[in-house]
């Protein structure tokens, strides 16, 4: 018995899971000054309208550049962040720079894309939410139209006598919200009921394999007929090949997202991206123009 128990604590102790919590520590230590130290920044990733391929916003998505572990991903350091309350600060940083990075590609002669930011729950649960996106819009310039959040069933779901009041303000502000990984939570029909959003995003997970599950294809063309029927903008997400597209295609998915049409990019990269774009379609157009 005292051996077995022995042995178990063994296993508790293994390297894997010590290292796991060491990496956790290094992390957690870090990113308690990532902030001032700069070390923060955010790429960007293009959505496109399927039917007309215009670009029709980007989505912020941060990064830790890491001293040490070099550019570590949001999947690593934002539950942590989540955990610890970091989050808060974190979220602000983005909806600030995110708004003003809006403004700036404007001023460098974009046309105006809208900016998504991802909101965590403890953010949506934090008393200074609306004041740091009111302080985001006014600090930058942006027009409410042009901003985006994104949400999650499970943060609207855990406070609904909050967050209704909350989101609704934000709409009547002209801010656009948008339902992330839609499928993923447990009360995914009853939000898009509630809740004033403009836009469902398709989660990744069900567009991976959409043209080989059944379950995923059934599910995908349930949410694209629920958009339809309710007059909302379907976003897919992860779309890394061209069937994928003409699948979503076919059933009037509004939007597309992913490593297909663009992975994120820093800043300068996402202009030149869009300038490509732009240029490569003025020229097809004008090689069709000729042609007729
Ligand atoms: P999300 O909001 O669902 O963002 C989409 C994720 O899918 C991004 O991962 C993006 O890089 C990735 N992705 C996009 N297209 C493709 C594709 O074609 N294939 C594959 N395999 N992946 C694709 P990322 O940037 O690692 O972000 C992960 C998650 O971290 C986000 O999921 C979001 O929940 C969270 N996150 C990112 N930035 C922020 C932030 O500023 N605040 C908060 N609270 N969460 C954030
Ligand atoms: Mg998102
Ligand atoms: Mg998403
Ligand atoms: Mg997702």
Known sequence: M???????????FSPVIERRSFERLVLEAGLRGALERDELVLHYQPKRRIATGDISGVEALVRWRHPALGLVSPARFVPLAEETGLIVPIGRWVLA???????AWQRQGLAPLRVAVNLSPRQFADETLL??????????GLPPDLLELEITESMVVENLGHTLPLLTALRERGV?????????GYSSMALVKQFPVDTIKIDRSFI???LSNPEDTAIAE?????????????????VETAAQEAFLRERGCDEMQGYLF???LPP?????????????????????????
Do not use: N, W
Not at 97 to 103: F, K, L, S, Y
């Open 97 to 103: 720079t995110a708004c003003a990075q809006a403004v």
């Open 176 to 184: 656009h919200l948008a339902i992330d990984d839609f499928g993923t």
């Open 208 to 210: 991976r394999d959409v």
């Open 2 to 12: 005292a051996k077995d128990e022995g042995r178990s604590c063994v296993r508790v």
């Open 268 to 292: 300068d990269e996402m202009a030149a991206f869009v300038t490509d774009y732009e240029l490569s379609r003025l020229k097809v157009l004008a090689a069709g123009q000729e042609g007729t």
């Open 262 to 264: 663009s992975r994120p």
């Open 222 to 238: 349930a949410v694209l007929a629920l958009g339809k029927a309710l007059d909302l903008t379907i976003v897919a997400e992860g």
């Open 131 to 140: 004041a740091d996106i009111e302080a985001a819009l006014a600090g930058s």
